[in-house]
């Protein structure tokens, strides 16, 4: 095991086929103990930044609703996957791709990335195997329909509901709901939604490749679903003061530390998420906060090129290594700017 944490192989992605280059990637070098090192074609930069960014993208790509992966809200008109109550599989979504989900958590586990995937816990119920989830918890507008107004369904044919194709009496039967069969089409509506074995077992065999997942049993299904998603916190002074290294040009006494410092402390939730996009390519911090944060975030000087003032400069970051480079400016209102 020792051996194994310390192995890692280098993977080259293309931002223009990066869905299909992930697959293949994951189907690959996905289970076991190895640890990836994601690099884009034709692009400087690789380790934990470009490997975070790569995951980030990923996940955004399962979300598009074409792919057909999760449940979603069909009034938000987004082409990705939105459910109030987080995501949950569509009773028809291939189980290959479920595969592939659980290589993705596990390799986000064991390398201490996070994905922006809004999990709804009762995925996390479903696949432990801890009772089925109630379907209020996955669909709430399903719910209310099966189980308030069934009548309203009386005419329909046997499919799942918004998935024609998704037959739920026997292979070429064809009928409709009536009064006298609606409490077995409401039952059966219930059980596809929250009995998916093939996705469970899919999921559970990828996932149990790189984490035991009976190791996994201490933690709830809320806590997964952050450990999976990290967490969307704001960062405190405290933060500031003893989880960021001060580097090459700069001490805790600098100005424009202090301008920093400050100006991080008046962002929103919201502006404070995008500045941790900009540092680490993703926009949620691990479980902790910034003192989770692996490289550790470090703040050096960046020196103006082809005859700028540092002024006219704007900051850059190394995501690879979590490191900021802000250039001296002159005033807060500008580092602000």
Not at 3 to 14: A, E, G, T, Y
Not at 58 to 86: H, I, P, Q
Not at 166 to 184: A, R
Not at 236 to 242: G, I, M, S
Request: glycine share 6%.
């Amino acid at each position: 095991n020792n051996r194994m944490n310390s192995m890692r192989v280098k993977c080259h992605i293309r931002r223009d086929s990066l869905f299909e280059d992930g697959m293949k990637m994951l189907k690959a070098v996905g289970p076991g103990l190895l640890r990836i090192d994601v690099f884009f074609d034709n692009e400087e930069g690789i380790g934990a930044g470009p490997t975070q960014e790569f995951l980030t993208l990923f996940s955004k790509e399962l979300c598009r609703t074409s792919r057909g992966v999760w449940r979603y809200d069909s009034t938000s008109n987004n082409e990705l996957a939105f459910m109030e109550k987080g995501l949950f599989p569509k009773p028809d979504a291939d189980p290959k791709l479920f595969y592939i989900l659980g290589l993705l958590f596990g390799k986000a586990i064991l390398m201490d990335m996070i994905l922006p995937l809004p999990m709804n816990p009762c995925f996390f119920r479903l696949i432990r195997g801890d009772g089925n989830p109630i379907i209020y918890d996955i669909d709430e507008q399903l719910a209310t329909s099966l189980d308030q107004y069934p009548e309203g369904l009386i005419g329909l044919n046997f499919t799942y509901p918004g998935l024609p194709n998704f037959e739920l009496c026997k292979k070429g039967e064809k009928k409709e709901v009536t009064k006298k069969n609606l409490k077995e089409y409401v039952e059966l509506v219930k059980k596809a939604t929250i009995e998916l074995p093939d996705i469970v077992k899919a999921f559970r065999e990828a996932f149990s490749t790189i984490i035991q997942w009976e190791t996994l049993k201490i933690f709830s299904d809320e806590e997964l679903c952050l450990l999976i998603e990290g967490q969307n916190v704001l960062i405190k002074p405290e933060d500031l003061k003893n989880h960021v290294d001060i580097s090459h040009g700069y001490d805790e006494n600098s100005p424009q530390i202090k301008f920093l410092f400050e100006t991080i402390l008046e962002m929103n939730r919201d502006e404070q998420t995008l500045l941790i996009k900009f540092i680490t390519g993703c926009a949620k911090l691990p479980i902790g906060g910034l003192q989770s944060l692996k490289p550790k975030l470090t703040i050096a000087l960046r020196v103006p090129i082809d005859g700028q003032k540092p002024d006219e400069c704007l900051p850059s970051v190394l995501t690879c290594a979590n490191y900021l480079k802000i250039p001296k400016y002159s005033s807060k209102k500008i580092l602000k700017e």
